[in-house]
């Protein structure tokens, strides 16, 4: 059960209710955040922008948001992306692998690299050296590892806080 | 300063220029149709501090905001009421909304200086009938209003009464009326609104559910955020109702404003003002 009230729409501050479906429904995740509504101002916009297709593809953030999640345990996130990923055309082998259901050695390169610079990123980020860092860059410009540094961090946060707030899972 | 759109908003009708604080949930009585459940035993008193009223006072009054009302729970609950009532007074026009249960000599003593300030007092009373009063209010209600009324009148205080209606007749009605005509406060002082059904009275079945343009918005600060009107900071079950909530950041004051206007912009024009409720 969430440890956060789950306001349907009715039940939503004013200036909140723009963020749920036209047919009145939301995510458990955006019917705990209208709690507070003055932040959303901004900060859905910001993971709008973050998630969406910027100077990198979508399956690329995807393959982020699902690797930072499973290495947080996040359910909610999990169960919320990995259809996502498989969507944005992240191959099922490859979800399976960063979802620890799949050895990582048979990815492809890039994703090896990218998978080993995130796995860092998120768990020890004092280790990433100039080696790992240069063998990242052979993939990726440095604009793009901006934006995927960014949707790490944006999903970091919100393993946290649907993890502590126990906030059910999408069909849960 | 300004916040841009507020007094057009306030000219075109879609609010009104008071300024509502919730002083305290906390109350020493537990009236039947509350709309904040507040009691004696609340655990959470969720109260604004006199230097947090004063703040948003001073900031009310920059802002264009013509007047304050202040309500609760039981506004005098908090110990220094009485002079930060004359504080507040001293900034804008001011009403302040209590059962007047707490009116020793002493503190009619230091309500004085309200006399000379635009504060008013605005106590509630249900029926001139004792006990039906008290059933709807609290133990010895009634005699505590009808001692403190006149006193307060005698001290050149601006004093008003609100009944709240349920299902009193009209013979009630006009008695109450007398009762307060011969304690000194006209007709025009006395204000009779019905129950809004949210709060406690929303449990009881009480009241009347208020249509979108029944309370004309007027920004209403507690502890828990900003709201539409003084009708929306309601409490079921001890959960605060958030659905007419409007920011949760009240300091500074400008910034709750302009989302109030950014939702009053949205609504139809009220036809009710917020006479119903003062």
Known sequence: MARLRLLERDDAPLTARHFYRDDGTASSLTRSLVNAPDLLESFMPFLAQVYAEGSIDVATKELVVVRVSQLNACQYCLAAHRPIALDAGVPPELVAAICEEAPLAELPERERTLIEWVDRYVLDPASIDDELMARVLDYVRDDQLVELALVAGATQLLNHYCTAFAIPPPGA | ?278
């Open chain 2, 1 to 278: 300063m300004t916040v841009t759109g507020f007094e057009t908003a306030v000219e075109e009708g879609r609010c009104g220029e008071r300024l509502w604080l919730y002083a305290t949930y906390h109350c020493n009585l537990a009236c039947i149709y509350c709309l904040t459940e507040s009691h004696p035993g609340i655990a959470n008193r969720r109260g604004l501090s006199s230097d947090l009223l004063l703040q948003l006072a001073r900031e009310a009054r920059g802002l264009g905001f013509g007047s304050l009302g202040v309500t609760g729970g039981e506004v005098f609950m908090l110990p220094d009421m009485a002079e930060t009532l004359a504080e507040l007074g001293s900034l804008l026009p001011t009403v302040a909304l209590t059962n007047a249960t707490l009116f020793t000599d002493r503190m009619l003593g230091r309500l004085e200086p309200l006399a000379d300030l635009d504060v008013a007092l605005q106590i509630s009373l249900d029926s001139p009938d004792p006990l039906r009063n008290d059933a709807l209010r609290g133990p010895e209600n009634f005699a505590k209003v009808a001692e403190a009324v006149p006193k307060l009148v005698e001290r050149g205080i601006d004093t008003r009464i609100a009944t709240t209606v349920d299902d009193q007749s009209e013979d009630e009605l006009e008695r109450l009326c007398e009762l307060h005509r011969s304690w000194g406060v006209s007709d025009d002082d006395h204000v009779v609104r019905g129950i809004v059904r949210r709060g406690r009275a929303a449990i009881e079945g009480m009241g009347s559910e208020p249509g979108p343009t029944d309370i004309l918005p007027e920004l209403t600060i507690t502890a828990d955020g900003a709201f539409l009107h003084p009708f929306a900071p309601t409490v079921r079950h001890g959960v605060t109702d958030l659905d007419l909530l409007v920011s949760r950041q009240v300091t500074p004051l400008s910034a709750a404003v302009r989302r109030f206007v950014g939702v009053v912009a949205d609504q139809p024009v009220g036809t009710d003002a917020a006479a119903t409720f003062t």
